[in-house]
């Protein structure tokens, strides 16, 4: 069987998973007993095709439950486990859940205009050098916005560092048993 006659049989196989077409998917494993190729794709598949329903299944149980607790716990946070380095997005995220008192009107513009960056943020993390790359990354701000921010970049990468740490930690190990 050539490359493109499998692939058009995949093609057909997968029409017929996605409109329940039971005969179409009993003649085209009919074909794959005859041909050991075929019969190996059509199960990597199938591999493929349940762990895309298993993703879909999640993603949508993870909205309902969101949607669920955001609208009858209005105060409550919804903490979703982040990886990958802190980004100025995040950061401005978790200014806007916690923000420090007293900012200035255009200070809460400026956040709301980067919690849409996946700029991330600098090794260094002095307060005269972030002031230096954010300022001009995305224009002058208030200095105590950029001290907050600069909090909230080190409480973040701390919260990060911790997840990354608690996972690697040692735990005990359960005792063998004794031969008897």
């Not at 916005?145 to 990354?164: D, N, T």
């Amino acid at each position: 069987m050539t490359d493109r006659e499998m692939d058009r049989l995949a093609e057909q196989y997968l029409v017929a998973i996605y409109n329940e077409d039971f005969s179409t998917i009993e003649r085209i494993w009919e074909m794959a007993a005859l041909d050991s190729q075929l019969e190996e794709a059509l199960h990597e598949l199938h591999v493929a095709v349940d762990a895309d329903d298993r993703e879909r299944e999640t993603v949508a149980a993870t909205r309902a439950i969101t949607d669920s607790v955001q609208s009858h716990l209005q105060s409550a946070e919804i903490v979703t486990p982040s990886t990958g380095p802190v980004t100025v997005g995040d950061v401005a995220r978790e200014l806007f859940l916690h923000p420090p008192d007293r900012l200035a009107a255009e200070a809460h513009q400026l956040n709301q205009t980067l919690e849409a960056s996946r700029e991330l943020l600098p090794e260094e993390l002095g307060l005269t050098k972030l002031i230096a790359w954010a300022e001009g990354q995305f224009g002058p701000a208030p200095s105590e916005y950029w001290k907050a921010f600069r909090l909230a970049a080190l409480k973040l990468e701390r919260r990060r560092g911790s997840a990354i740490e608690y996972q690697l930690a040692a735990r005990r190990a359960t005792k063998p048993e004794e031969p008897k």
